[in-house]
T-cell receptor, first 110, second 119 residues
Framework: GQSLEQPSEVTAVEGAIVQINCTYQ??????LSWYQQHDGGAPTFLSY????GLEETGRFSSFLSRSDSYGYLLLQELQMKDSASYFC???????????FGAGTQVVVTP | GAVVSQHPSWVICKSGTSVKIECRSL??????MFWYRQFPKQSLMLMAT?????????EQGVEKDKFLINHASLTLSTLTVTSAHPEDSSFYIC???????????????FGNGTRLTVT
């Protein structure tokens, strides 16, 4: 089985930096993904880490440490539109199946 | 980019009736699609993997006779909630893998979801 843990909520002001941590326990590991979901909307893909290290995509970066079964999503220069839920997810051994964490609600205040 | 279209976006039905939700890949072929369910303020829970031309694979605890999945073509998967009850009220979302990326890191593209309310 698999389990993922991430904080339930994070609040920060515009312009700040937020780090969302994710720890996982899996029987097999095929990479850690991050998805963003606004209220009532569909999840959208943000990033994917298969190997240790930092992946940067604009204001968002994602980090992975396989030895620690740990990763994080870093949101920089926070904007109001970044208020959303963020989910980490891992693949199991089967092609395509993703299991999601419980999600972290990010609240950005003026 | 890969687009997944889901219909309807919302539906209200009476208890005991059946509801069909369609998931289409608009500009690519998807041999595999995934159906998720999400309750308010909760995570996405994988219900089943829909395979074109074969039976769906259901996750543990998901009733296959209640949630019928048909994947008759490379661009269409349907989920039918049979004999719906109020506890089936939820947000149902389908997804398919990006065909332009290798399977190793291919992200999921999600439909916009269907909000089902059973009265």
């Amino acid at each position: 089985g698999q389990s993922l843990e991430q904080p339930s909520e994070v609040t920060a002001v515009e312009g700040a930096i937020v780090q969302i941590n994710c720890t996982y326990q899996t029987s097999g590991f095929y990479g850690l993904s991050w998805y963003q979901q606004h209220d009532g909307g569909a999840p959208t893909f943000l990033s994917y880490n298969a190997l240790d290290g930092l992946e940067e995509t604009g204001r968002f970066s994602s980090f992975l440490s396989r030895s620690d079964s740990y990763g994080y999503l870093l949101l920089q220069e926070l904007q109001m539109k970044d208020s959303a839920s963020y989910f980490c997810a891992v693949r199991d051994g089967s092609w395509g199946k993703l299991q999601f964490g419980a999600g972290t609600q990010v609240v950005v205040t003026p | 980019g890969a687009v997944v279209s889901q219909h309807p976006s919302w539906v209200i039905c009476k208890s005991g009736t059946s509801v069909k939700i369609e998931c289409r890949s608009l500009d690519f072929q998807a041999t595999t699609m995934f159906w998720y369910r999400q309750f308010p303020k909760q995570s996405l829970m994988l219900m089943a993997t829909s395979n074109e031309g074969s039976k769906a694979t259901y996750e543990q605890g998901v009733e296959k006779d209640k949630f019928l999945i048909n994947h008759a073509s490379l661009t269409l998967s349907t989920l039918t909630v049979t004999s719906a009850h109020p506890e089936d009220s939820s947000f149902y979302i389908c997804s398919a893998r990006d065909p332009d990326r290798s399977s190793y890191n291919s992200p999921l593209h999600f439909g916009n979801g269907t909000r089902l309310t059973v009265t």
